[in-house]
Antibody
Framework: QLQLQESGPRLVKPSETLSLTCTVS??????????WGWVRQPPGKGLEWIGS?????????KYNPSLKSRVTISVDTSKNQFSLNLRSVTAADTAVYYC???????????????WGQGTLVTVSS | EIVLTQSPGTLSLSPGERATLSCRAS???????LAWYQQKPGQAPRLLIY???SRATGIPDRFSGSGSGTDFTLTISRVETEDFAVYYC?????????FGQGTKVEIK
């Protein structure tokens, strides 16, 4: 059974970089037909896609334009992990951050399944 | 980007009743590239439906999805206690993929 687990600091200072890692177990991250993505949810609010990455050597990435200037997603196939860096954070970036596997549907990035349990990251001095 | 508007915001039902949740897109979602998720408090979202009428693995058949174009519906034929949660739709027709704001199904 495929499982994903987020890890990283729970508290980040304003203007610094939020860094999270997602560890995939029960299956390989080097799988065709899937991207690996990050989704966030501010407390009491809805879901926002951040970006996704493919496992291949070039690590093809796709980002939400609203965050693209601050986001980098990378993959480490040897560790079966992928990571999120979000730069220059503010209080508005406080959210539960989820990692998830994302199905490729023809040329589109599709649905998310399964999801990690999520980790709350708070931006505060 | 495509904006998804879910209605109603909250649906109050008794166990055994039928739930009808709506997701309306700001522009046509071609090929019915739409999914539904269930989220319970303190938990990650769980995929229910994709494409827009295929049930994910392990999802009971009381959950069904339908629709095309700009109007999509998630139906729970007979709501059970475990179904009280927040439900989100997601479109994956155009980038960026977007989610609706959610519909809360609560116990009446």
């Amino acid at each position: 059974q495929l499982q994903l687990q987020e890890s990283g600091p729970r508290l980040v200072k304003p203007s610094e970089t939020l860094s999270l890692t997602c560890t995939v177990s029960g299956g390989s991250i080097s799988t065709s037909s899937y991207y690996w993505g990050w989704v966030r949810q501010p407390p009491g609010k809805g879901l926002e896609w951040i970006g996704s990455i493919y496992y291949s050597g070039s690590g093809s990435t796709k980002y939400n334009p609203s965050l693209k200037s601050r986001v980098t997603i990378s993959v480490d196939t040897s560790k079966n992990q992928f990571s999120l860096n979000l730069r220059s954070v503010t209080a508005a970036d406080t959210a539960v951050y989820y990692c998830a596997r994302q199905r490729v549907v023809y040329v589109n990035l599709g649905w998310f399944d399964p999801w990690g349990q999520g980790t709350l990251v708070t931006v505060s001095s | 980007e495509i904006v998804l508007t879910q209605s109603p915001g909250t649906l109050s039902l008794s166990p055994g009743e039928r739930a009808t949740l709506s997701c309306r897109a700001s522009q046509s979602v071609s090929s019915s590239y739409l999914a539904w998720y269930q989220q319970k408090p303190g938990q990650a979202p769980r995929l229910l439906i994709y494409g827009p009428s295929s049930r994910a693995t392990g999802i009971p058949d009381r959950f069904s999805g339908s629709g095309s174009g700009t109007d999509f519906t998630l139906t729970i034929s007979r709501v059970e206690t475990e179904d009280f949660a927040v439900y989100y739709c997601q479109q994956y027709d155009s980038s960026p993929g977007t989610f609706g704001q959610g519909t809360k199904v609560e116990i009446k």
